[in-house]
């Protein structure tokens, strides 16, 4: 069970979005609106996980914060959409695994492979808290915006209509 906890406007360079805190229990999470999507089909929606390196310290060793402004865009773009903020570092592994996988990343292996060679799961996100804040929010079908179709499928088995799946560009 998730619960709407506050909400604000927020500016940014891609408009105003409506800001909204989520609590589960255990983490928070962020829907960031824009537009009316409330009984909407088809609202483009990119599920987006923490990325302490890429949104703090601007990494250039990740694309966390080229995908967040690409999906600010598109949607600025629509004129509606939404992004969901989960807290799930280093694919829900945390930043303690995302340091870990660093010497198997510079060996070239991909990202989820290298976390499995340091020890923790290929992916350990849970994306019910995304599934729970859609139907909040009241929103029929999403156009999703990842080049990770495990997502899909993930909010797929909570009974989220994903219509699409896009490729963000970044």
Same mark, same amino acid.
């Not at 928070?28 to 987006?48: F, P, Q």
């Not at 629509?78 to 995302?98: D, M, P, R, S, V």
């Not at 994306?127 to 990842?146: C, G, Y």
């Given at each position: ?8 406007? %927020? ?9 909204? %805190? ?12 824009? #537009? ?17 390196? /890429? ?10 914060? =080229? ?12 004129? +509606? #959409? %939404? ?6 570092? /280093? +694919?829900?592994? /945390?930043? %303690? =695994? ?7 990343? @510079?060996? #070239? ?7 499995? @060679? =340091? /020890?923790?799961?290929?992916? =350990? ?24 179709? @495990? ?17 963000? @560009?970044?």
């Amino acid at each position: 069970m998730i619960f709407r906890l506050t909400e604000r406007d %927020l500016q940014t360079k891609y408009g105003t979005f409506r800001e909204i %805190l989520f609590y589960d229990g255990q983490r928070e999470s962020i829907a960031l609106v824009m #537009g009316n999507i409330e009984n909407e089909k088809n609202v483009i929606c990119r599920i987006h996980s923490a990325c302490v390196s /890429g949104h703090v310290f601007n990494s250039v060793e990740c694309e966390c914060q =080229a995908e967040m402004e690409g999906a600010q865009s598109a949607i600025e773009q629509a004129g +509606k #959409g %939404l992004i969901i903020y989960l807290e799930q570092e /280093g +694919k829900g592994n /945390g930043h %303690l =695994a995302l340091m870990a996988s660093i010497p198997y990343k @510079k060996a #070239g292996i991909k990202q989820a492979e290298a976390y499995e @060679k =340091a /020890g923790f799961e290929k992916d =350990a996100r849970n994306f019910r808290p995304a599934a729970e804040i859609l139907r909040d929010l009241k929103v029929e079908s999403i156009i999703l915006l990842t080049d990770n179709d @495990k997502k899909a499928d993930d909010l797929r088995q909570y009974s989220i209509s994903v219509s699409e799946i896009k490729k963000l @560009k970044i």
